[in-house]
């Protein structure tokens, strides 16, 4: 996928995903093994979860395992353990406990525990079904176990759908720091149930929308106006709005994902937004605010930035935080005071040598890492944190 469509709304009357879901093919080159494809597709429509034919053609196995968790589990599980039941002759479940603290080496060996103590062999395949930690973690289990079986993403998360389950990053944490121990290692196939939305809070809701908002500014402004429109439809759960928002989603990261899988330059473009974010998180303590409420505010302080930069004009900065705020998520920057977030700022990964790297909207539609002089960070953050 390495030139991206123009945007190109669904019709209004396209009520059939249930029938016909949306296939996008994700495409990756393998400079080391060029015989061997990792491309893979991203499904997305309704009650997927629960058909046997969302599963067909993986690769064959004995036995599966789904990975899941005390909140989704509950859920969702009986209805994709019964679905993968024509498939498999044996259907394991694993549940872990809800929560970010979920991605730790304890959790991992749960998961190689289980692996084993049942006789599983290089074939398993396991299954994430569960929000961006049950996928991180399932995805790292999947790469380390016996050097690697297959998996599959169903993200139940929209926050999952639209990011964390496309990509191929996998990672767990550790106590000096956040996704530290990871590995690339891409999926087999994606599974977007858009009916698993309907049990995520709202509060949820508006983190994810925070990632799809980010796409627009970054790489697709006619996208951008499309949510300008869409976003009452999106905030009642409308599905063919979902479908549309995450089929765009998905397209975007899988374009920038297929130009530079392993973070060398072009990837860092989806972090719009996170630097400021992330100092938000870490300063405030982790999960006081969700990462897409972080990263909300993140991307009003990293436009400001760009116009200050003399990038984008005051309207885009208006416009972006106006369709932020309809999104609920917060717009004004909590006041830490503006060397608490430098401090957190340089220790941002994409910093070098001390030096912290934005990511800055260039035009928009286009976006570019760049560093700023401290001075006029400082002047973001103090306009940011006396917003209304
Ligand atoms: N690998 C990547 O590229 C990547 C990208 C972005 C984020 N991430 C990671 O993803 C994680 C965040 O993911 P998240 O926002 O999905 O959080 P999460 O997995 O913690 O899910 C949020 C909450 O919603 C619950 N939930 C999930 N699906 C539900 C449903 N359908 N109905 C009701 N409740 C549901 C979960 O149990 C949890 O309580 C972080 O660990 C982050 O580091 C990874
Ligand atoms: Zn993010």
Redesign the pocket.
């Known amino acids: 996928m390495n030139t991206l469509s123009a945007f190109s709304p669904l019709p209004p009357s396209q009520t059939s995903l249930a029938r016909e879901p949306l296939t996008l093919q994700v495409s990756l080159d393998d400079p080391e093994q060029s015989a061997t494809s990792r491309d893979y597709p991203i499904v997305i429509g309704s009650g997927l979860l629960s058909q046997p034919s969302s599963f067909q053609e993986l690769p064959k196995a004995h036995t599966a395992l789904i990975v899941t968790?005390?909140?989704?589990g509950p859920?969702?599980v009986r209805a994709l353990q019964e679905a993968l039941t024509p498939h498999y002759a044996r259907v394991l479940v694993l549940t872990l406990e809800?929560?970010?603290g979920a991605?730790a080496w304890a959790t991992l060996n749960v998961v190689f525990d289980t692996l084993l103590e049942h006789g599983c062999d290089r074939q398993t395949v396991l299954f994430a079904l569960?929000?961006?930690?049950?996928?991180?973690i399932t995805?790292f289990a999947a790469a380390c176990f016996m050097r690697g079986v297959p998996f599959v993403q169903i993200?139940?998360?929209?926050?999952?759908q639209v990011?964390?389950?496309?990509?191929?990053?996998?990672?767990i944490?550790h106590p000096l720091g956040?996704?530290m121990v990871g590995a690339f290692y891409q999926p087999r196939r994606v599974i977007c149930d858009l009916d698993?939305?309907?049990?995520?809070?709202g509060r949820?809701l508006s983190?994810?929308l925070a990632?799809v908002i980010k796409y627009g500014p970054i790489a697709d402004m006619a996208f951008f106006a499309w949510l300008e429109h869409s976003l009452d439809a999106l905030m009642d759960k409308d599905p063919v709005a979902l479908a549309q928002a995450v089929a765009r989603s998905c397209e975007i990261k899988a374009w920038v994902v297929g130009q530079d899988e392993r973070e060398g330059g072009m990837r860092a473009i989806l972090n719009f937004g996170h630097t400021f974010g992330h100092a938000i998180e870490s300063a405030l303590g982790f999960g006081v605010w969700?990462?897409?409420e972080a990263v909300g505010c993140g991307m009003v302080m990293a436009a400001e930035l760009s116009h200050r930069l003399g990038h984008v004009d005051r309207a885009f900065c208006d416009r972006l935080q106006a369709l932020i705020a309809r999104a609920g998520l917060p717009v004004k920057a909590p006041d830490l005071g503006a060397e608490v977030y430098l401090e957190h700022m340089r220790l941002d990964k994409k910093s070098q040598a001390g030096e912290i790297r934005f990511v800055v909207i260039r035009q928009p539609g286009v976006a570019q890492v760049s560093s700023a002089p401290d001075a006029l960070v400082r002047q973001v953050i103090e306009h940011c944190v006396h917003l209304p």
């Open positions: 968790n005390t909140v989704v859920l969702y809800d929560g970010e991605k569960g929000g961006g930690v049950v996928g991180d995805g993200p139940t998360t929209l926050l999952a990011d964390s389950s496309v990509g191929g990053k996998t990672a944490n956040k996704n698993v939305l309907g049990t995520l809070p949820e983190a994810g990632e969700l990462h897409g």
